[in-house]
């Protein structure tokens, strides 16, 4: 058999990020419930998706407009979908990927990435507004992403959404609680490479100077620009018009994982 796989050069990191971080930081395990057990919602917003306004986001290289209304629906109305995952590593981040795995399962209730190509998981959602007193950031919200629900639910991913403001574009700012850290996605949408279709990237865009867009760990210390960079592609599936998507990570140019939705 022979085995193959590409480098990508890692994209400029050219600058600083000029704005405001996110608080949150954990001081152990967090768990799906970590958001309710520092009081942090806000009962009084209700958002449904992982934006507001898709809209919101136009730029030069992306035109809401062009997105396919299912798309943008599931966007903007995000709790109403679950999602089925199958994950895909590669050489020579396989293994890592399961030790990693198993430790946010038992240690972190964060980022359990999965990890079995033959299994699918059905992943849950659950948004709320946050008080933005406490994140930082204007409007921020909720996402919990679990396996299973009640007591058993274990945390596919537990973050805070909001947006922030770069020269010519407005984008998309996750973070992640770790213990005593912060992982903070700066994403940028993009019109995507099918009909109707998107793509959300933390790589800067060449040529167009200092950028935001990127990975970062950011603690009390300050934040450090990680050499990570993810993609997310998401387009509907011609055979049945169902939402598809597939989220790609890289580390220094070399791809880690992709999980096909």
């Not at 030069?60 to 109305?77: K, L, N, Q, S």
């Not at 959602?125 to 950031?137: H, K, M, P, Q």
């Not at 959404?161 to 996605?185: E, I, M």
């Not at 099918?194 to 934040?223: C, K």
Request: aromatic share 12%; with cysteine.
């Amino acid at each position: 058999d022979i085995v193959a796989f590409t480098i990508a050069p890692t994209a400029p990191r050219i600058g600083s990020l000029v704005g405001t971080w996110p608080r949150f930081r954990g001081a152990g395990f967090l768990g799906p419930d970590y958001f309710d057990r520092l009081t942090a919602i806000d009962e009084d917003a209700t958002p449904a998706g992982q934006l507001d306004d898709l809209g919101s986001f136009a730029h030069r290289t992306f035109d809401p407009a062009r997105v396919a209304a299912a798309i943008r629906e599931f966007y903007e109305r995000t709790s109403r979908y679950d999602l089925h995952v199958t994950p895909h590593w590669r050489f020579p981040f396989r293994t890592g990927g399961r030790v990693f795995a198993w430790f946010a399962r038992r240690f972190l209730g964060q980022l359990e990435l999965p990890t079995r190509p033959e299994g699918r998981e059905v992943v849950t959602t659950r948004l709320f507004g946050l008080r933005a007193e406490l994140d930082g950031r204007e409007r921020p919200r909720g996402y919990v992403r679990t396996y299973g629900a009640g007591a058993t639910a274990r945390a596919n991913y537990v973050a805070a959404y909001a947006t922030h403001r770069a020269p010519g574009r407005l984008l998309l700012s996750c973070a992640f609680p770790l213990p005593f850290a912060c992982f903070v996605g700066v994403l940028r949408f993009d019109d995507g490479d099918r009909p109707g279709a998107l793509t959300v990237t933390s790589r800067p865009r060449a040529g167009e100077g200092p950028s935001d867009e990127g990975l970062f760990l950011v603690t009390r210390f300050g934040a450090l620009r990680l050499p990570l960079d993810e993609r997310i592609d998401v387009w509907l599936d011609e055979d049945g018009g169902a939402i598809a998507a597939r989220h790609g990570v890289r580390l220094l140019g070399l791809p880690v994982f992709t999980l096909d939705y």
